[in-house]
């Protein structure tokens, strides 16, 4: 068997995309962060910004050929998520677009005469638990998960079971990796009438995304699209009374016709390819996993098998995440520590706590997040530098 932690030569990593693709700096492993906006994006932005920059709902001819640019860019991204142009809907931030589903879906439910109750599971992002404890009179309720981070579905049937305006479950956790049984939990909510909320960070442009949800998030970050932009589905079965209508497709405020084009093109770009660099993706984290293994007081948790390709986060005992993430920028390697929405304010990681497998005030952790074009050379330096800064911090 050979040395996980052996280097692989640069002829191991296999020529996956077209010239020019994808070209992240050596070193950097924090994909969540966002994907280094891809060559073809860039020049699309650039092309719009001159095409695209009045207002797509003027009747003028500036204005109409905004809106073609905006229009055609929404039709582009609904193919690439499989989902119908008309319930595809562009914002300018991930958090923005749950803010308007959630608040819009339980408006309307309450009309219709639903419980003030939304049901959340315990790993969902902040974003997701900002919007629905912003619902006015809302009793939030949080379902547990287990130690990969996998909903209760047993718990979450017997909540719905006392109805609910709606359930907020993730499609796949953006720290850990663990992916939801979101067809389960779309069938227990199918059968009491109860909208479901998904939100597939990180996983539109690492794996499909399917169809088990009735609202589905996705930012283009995560494929290789600018900042400025994220995407909102939501079925034609549920009913959606959002504060403002959607204007021309775009949810709140002035459309960012030029982020939105950008996401259009990395979409197209990265729908031919993203299956084979999930598989490389995958090749790599199970070198992570099983390198770590073998580290004194350190484990991959998450789960190993049914889980996002390219995210691996490792718990440390008697460390502090942001003092080896720190010492591993010195060595020009980029990682994460902490939640995914939370490493900037030092709060410890109510994921790994809601798993079971964290005690801020004796461990850390460091998440990995492999960007498109990740080279094993990269790998190689994780790998190598990681067990000693981690054995050097410890001490």
Known sequence: ??????????????????????????????????????????????????????????????????????????????????????????????????????MGLYQARLTAGAP????????????????????????????????????DTDALSAAIGDGAALVCVQQANAEVGTVQPVQDVHDLCQQAGIPMVSEAIQVAGHRAVGDAWDVLVAVPRDWGGPPGCAVLVVSPDVRWRPDEAPDRGWVGGFPDVAAVAAAATAAEFVEPHWAAQAAHHTAMIDRIRTAAETWPGVQAVGDPVDRL???????????????????????????????????????????????????????????????????????????????????????
């Open 1 to 102: 068997m050979s040395d996980p932690q052996a280097p692989a030569s640069a002829a191991d990593t296999p020529e996956i995309w077209p010239d020019p693709g994808p070209a992240p700096l050596a070193g950097y492993l924090d994909a969540v962060a966002g994907q280094p906006v891809l060559p073809v994006a860039t020049q699309a932005l650039v092309a719009a910004l001159e095409q695209g920059w009045s207002d797509p709902a003027r009747l003028h001819h500036h204005g109409r050929r905004a809106g073609l640019v905006l229009d055609t860019a929404r039709a582009a991204i609904a193919g690439f998520l499989g989902v119908p142009v008309a319930s595809c809907f562009v914002g300018s931030s991930g958090a923005d677009v749950l803010r308007a589903a959630i």
């Open 309 to 395: 390709p390219h995210i691996v986060t490792l718990v440390a005992d008697a460390v502090v995440g942001e003092i080896v993430v720190t010492e591993l920028d010195k060595q020009s390697i980029a990682v994460a520590s902490g939640s995914a929405c939370t490493a900037d304010t030092r709060m410890p990681s109510h994921v790994l706590e809601a798993m079971g497998v964290f005690d801020p005030t004796s461990s850390g952790s460091l998440r990995v997040s492999l960007p498109y074009g990740c080279t094993d050379a990269s790998i190689d330096a994780f790998l190598h530098e990681a067990p000693q800064i981690i054995a050097a911090a410890r001490g």
């Open 116 to 151: 003030a109750r939304i049901l959340v599971g315990a790993t969902e992002s902040m974003a997701v638990t900002f919007a629905t404890r912003a619902c006015p009179g809302v009793e939030t309720v949080t379902i547990p998960v287990d130690a990969f981070g996998r909903i």
